[in-house]
């Protein structure tokens, strides 16, 4: 029987991450999707449901209050981009505690969590503790961090360490990597930078972020990288300057 999932989320973009995500997942089910609590909890009276994907900063009502406003709620996943709400999720008894932008395999460790918690399969009565670990099967050795991109009317893989470069257009952002052609989507450049990690990628301008390592020559005004010069943006040469460590 397949975990059923609900997904909430005020950011459409971390729903269809989270919803890609499920969809490589044998075993899990996605039976709604919603932007706030108060649409969760109608849902929750209307269907069944075992496991909450639940983000936590949402407009109304907090992800936590509203978790903690439930009788009797299913297994919870936190989504946030928040670490300061870590003790929550154990005061809560959430089974895992995801912080955004989510990798991959740190999705599939979690929801394994979620899986080994489900019963056994019965056989005459008997239950099979023999069946192979959830979390053996399905977290992969070793593999690069990713995200995905929804472009040209599909979910697009981006590994992290190959982007060089963000650039912002209007409505638009362009994804520029080491080993494909540009990747455009319609997507704001703010909603970027909170999903790429802090420590490898830095907003060096209202329109440009640039992967920290594939940064190949800078000045106080200019970053170079992959052979094309991005402007530091006035607002953001103090950052920039700490995290490079140069006087600007």
Not at 53 to 58: A, G, N, T, V, Y
Not at 81 to 109: H, N, S
Request: with cysteine; glycine share 4%.
């Amino acid at each position: 029987m397949n975990v059923r999932c609900l997904l909430i989320d005020d950011e459409p973009h971390a729903v269809e991450i989270i919803e890609s995500y499920i969809e490589l997942v044998d075993g899990l089910e996605i039976v709604g999707k919603c932007h706030n609590a108060v649409q969760a909890f109608s849902m929750l009276q209307s269907m069944p449901v075992d496991l909450l994907f639940l983000d936590i900063k949402m407009p109304k009502l907090s992800g936590t209050d509203f978790l903690r406003s439930l009788r009797n709620p299913p297994k919870v996943i936190f989504t946030t981009a928040y670490r300061e709400y870590a003790l929550d999720g154990f005061d809560l008894d959430v089974v895992d505690y995801l912080l955004k932008p989510i990798p991959f395999e740190r999705f599939l460790r979690a929801v394994s969590k979620v899986m080994r918690l489900e019963p056994q399969p019965m056989a005459n009565g008997i239950s099979e503790p023999d069946q192979p670990s959830v979390e053996k099967d399905l977290v992969p050795s070793e593999r690069d961090a990713f995200l995905y991109f929804r472009a040209d009317r599909k979910m697009v893989k981006v590994y992290t360490k190959d982007i060089l470069y963000v650039e912002s257009l209007k409505d638009y952002i362009k994804i520029i990597t080491t080993n494909a052609k540009p990747l455009v989507v319609k997507q704001a450049i703010s909603s970027v930078e909170a999903m790429l990690p802090g420590r490898d990628f830095l907003r060096i301008h209202r329109s440009f972020i640039v992967a920290i390592d594939k940064i190949s020559a800078w000045s106080p005004s200019h970053i170079e990288v992959a052979g094309q010069e991005l402007p530091i943006g006035r607002l953001h040469q103090k950052d920039v300057g700490r995290a490079l460590k140069m006087e600007v």
